[in-house]
């Protein structure tokens, strides 16, 4: 596909990211036409999304797609004006298209402003390193119990889905956390179901972000029903939470003053980012390991080692925070896997008023479209970036990328700026256990039926595999 650079008044721009030293008018940013865009992003969107920003070199593009037209906006420098510089005041977390999301997850921390920043203080402590580690040695033991209840139910070689398995443990791991294990697993289950089917069935509205609610979609009637469901179970645990003696984040919400109400939206909000991403990344695993026995190989090495797999030593032994801590390379696969398979792959935005962005013309009312998984294959910041890689994440590395990019991050997995994500350090903790646990006696390898087409991501409010990723579990001795 080529760049159509007519529906710009003005002459094209160069796409270095340097900005101008001297301040000149601001110009229309290149738009790509209509009958151009259309084919290609049908067939395969990220494909073609993913050309255009290389062949843009990551400069600002108008996507023409008749009355959608939004901005997109990759590089780092430019993403840090969208999320951070003028997060606030000009795009902020509100407009139509997060309208529909907020009546799944409310306006607090689901939401921007005062009431945001205040949700943001009471959660913060919560997914504090240091707090993570105080709650550790209660917690784990949860996670290992429910990795060792999938490996029960499921007989060696049997075919299953990673991504309802995976559900599963990480329910159990954070509605321990949210409610110091006062869910039962069934109602755990119930509600992380009816989660997932309310943020699918808004996936419609979102894609018509300037339909009135009155008018009826499709999914809205699956949507409704979903909130309902998970408020039946919620709010007695809330009220529940407010019990002198309860342990989890409901608690200590209720400790700090916040309305029944509050408590309910932080939960959910908590369950919709943290639980679906959580289990799509991992359903992302074994299709990597599949297509690169050396990174698997080194992952299972590395396990052996820190973690021990001999089945001779205790069978209920959880792993201690240490010894996950030694997992420096399976936490770099991690942190690849979610470079190439990017869950949060799209931040959109709109511009509450007239903005400039690198030169670029930005109307009040524009959609602005951040793409993590755009910007993680921008070329200058991540060399060859179609390569699956763990070695990008080395501490040298690192540094290096941070020298080079002084403005801005091109690692957007978990966002960035005010509503960076709260639970990163807990992912990286859940995550490590849950592979730990898991790995260190069983072999987790893809089932692909010979004459499949390789696995590929489907864009939708998350980066999910285009089907269900199949598996089987085999013990390792
Ligand atoms: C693979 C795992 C995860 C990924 C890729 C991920 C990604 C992200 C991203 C990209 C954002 C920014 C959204 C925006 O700017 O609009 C975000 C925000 C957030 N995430 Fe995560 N997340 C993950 C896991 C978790 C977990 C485990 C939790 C908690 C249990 C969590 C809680 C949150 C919250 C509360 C926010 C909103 C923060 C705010 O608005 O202030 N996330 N996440």
Known sequence: MSIDARSSSESPQATSSRRPSRPESPRAAE??????????????????LSQIVQERDGAITRLNLGLFRPYLVTRPDDVKHVLVTRARDCYP?????????????????????????????????????G???????????????????????????????????????????V????????????????????????????????????????????????????????DRVIEPLVKAAREPGNAGIASMLARRGRTDRQIRDELVALAVAGSESTAVALSWLPVVLADHPEVE?????????????DPGA?????????????????????RELLRMYTVGWIIPRVAQQDDVIDGVRIASGSIVVISPYLTHRLPQAWPDPDRFDPDRFTPEAEKARQKQFRDGVPDLAFGYGHHACLGQQFFEMEALLILASLLRRHRLSLHLPSGSSPIRPKPGLALNPDRDVQVTLEPRV
Request: hydrophobic share 40%; proline share 6%; no cysteine.
């Open 131 to 173: 707090h993570l580690r105080e709650v550790y040695p209660g917690w784990a033991p949860v996670v290992t119990r429910a990795v060792d209840d999938l490996v029960q139910r499921r007989a060696p070689g049997e075919v299953f889905e990673i991504y309802w398995e995976a559900t599963r443990v990480i329910h159990r791991a």
């Open 31 to 48: 738009g790509i036409a209509f009958r151009r865009l259309v084919g290609p992003l049908r067939k395969d969107p990220l494909q073609a």
């Open 175 to 230: 509605n321990d956390l949210f409610f110091g294990g006062r869910i039962s697993v069934e109602d755990a289950e119930l509600v992380g179901r009816a989660v997932r089917t309310a943020t699918t069935s808004i996936v419609p509205r979102l894609l018509v972000p300037w339909m009135p609610n009155l008018i009826p979609l499709p999914g809205d009637r699956r949507f409704r029903k979903s909130v309902r469901t998970v």
């Open 93 to 129: 977390r509100q407009g139509m298209m997060w309208d529909a999301m907020q009546r799944l997850v409310g306006d607090n921390i689901g939401g921007e402003g005062d009431k945001h920043a205040e949700a943001r203080r009471a959660l913060q402590p919560q997914f504090a390193a």
């Open 314 to 334: 205790d069978e209920n032994a959880t792993p201690t925070l240490e010894q996950l801590e030694r997992l420096t390379y399976t936490k770099r696969v991690l």
């Open 297 to 309: 190989a080194r992952l299972y090495a590395e396990i052996d080692a820190e973690i021990g797999s």
